[in-house]
């Protein structure tokens, strides 16, 4: 890359990050009529024993969904891609050049900042409405595809398939925060904490892309046919959801429903709850496939496919 356009990107992050620039989210007083977090994503919300308890439930119940978003959010940053920057940054992976991990070094801030912003932004919820987080997770069930994956890899392929793992995952996160800065129906200050964080995500997700373009163009046959076979699998992880509900089921319980209408709830919104699922994962899957195509994943060869799986069950 020519020095002036090295000049040009980091010119750039230091004009347009948000960690230079942007004062601090204030939460204004708490009402429960504005939307926290999108009804549509909330399969339980419409069920007629949530609808009859009012407003103040229908709110307590989005802001545990919007707290757990935003704790994953921060889990992700703080976990898995400051962790992947930081190996890049010393050496873990081999032939990353100094202006890259110049670059690696501007994520890491970045990132530290988004998982500022977003605890400051629990901690001032929490403290207007009085509604405190079910659970502050210590995982979530992204960073344990990723981390299950990776096990089934002999140590050397690890750090390569972490960058590559983080390279989807920035693109996902991109396109989730992107599209709720987008819904106008929410409280302005979460739709302003989406559209802040979805410019530096933008910035990002072309960064690892084209770090790992390259970097796929170096790897061993063998990894990247590795690689190339557990994609399928490791996408449909990844992109997977808890599908026994433990995370509303907690919630409805905590809001005093009883084991019957809880289960009840459940059932009665299961369709909604597949549905909402398969809405967020399709665009997704198609994203991810193109995004792999451009770092040259290829879709693996069924034959070798079938004949892994044959051995497997062997
Ligand atoms: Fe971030
Ligand atoms: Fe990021």
Known sequence: ????????????????????????????????????????????????LVLE??????????????????????????????????????????????????????????????????????MQMQHQSGITPLQVPESNHKLDAAARASATLPPAMRPDFQLLAVTLAENVLTEEIATLGRDKGLAQTFTTLMMDHTRDEGRHSGYFADLMKKRWTQLPQATRDQFTQMMPD??????????????????????????????????????????LHRQLTQKTRIRLDRLLKQIGVREPDTNTTATAHASDAA
Not at 55 to 76: C, E, H, K, M, N
Not at 87 to 112: C, M, R, S, W, Y
Not at 243 to 269: D, G, M, N
């Open 53 to 122: 308890r009012g407003q103040a439930t229908r709110a307590f119940i989005l802001a545990q969904a919007a707290y757990q978003f935003l704790y994953g959010v921060g889990l992700l940053e703080t976990k898995f891609v400051i962790q992947c920057s930081l190996d890049l940054l010393h050496n873990q992976i081999p032939g990353i050049g100094e202006f890259d991990k110049l670059q690696a070094l501007t994520v890491i801030i970045d990132e530290g900042y988004h998982a500022h912003v977003a605890l400051d932004y629990i």
């Open 234 to 275: 490791y996408l449909e992880d990844f992109l997977g959801t808890d599908t026994t509900r433990q995370f509303e089921r907690r919630i409805l319980r905590a809001c005093k429903f009883t084991p019957q209408q809880i289960e009840q709830i459940i059932a009665e919104s299961e369709s909604e709850f597949i549905d």
């Open 1 to 48: 890359m020519l020095i002036a356009e090295q000049n040009e990107i980091t010119a750039q992050w230091y004009q347009r990050a948000t960690v230079r620039y942007t004062p601090r989210i204030i939460v204004p007083d708490y009402s429960d009529e504005e939307l926290i977090y999108p009804l549509a994503r909330c399969a339980v919300c419409e069920h007629p």
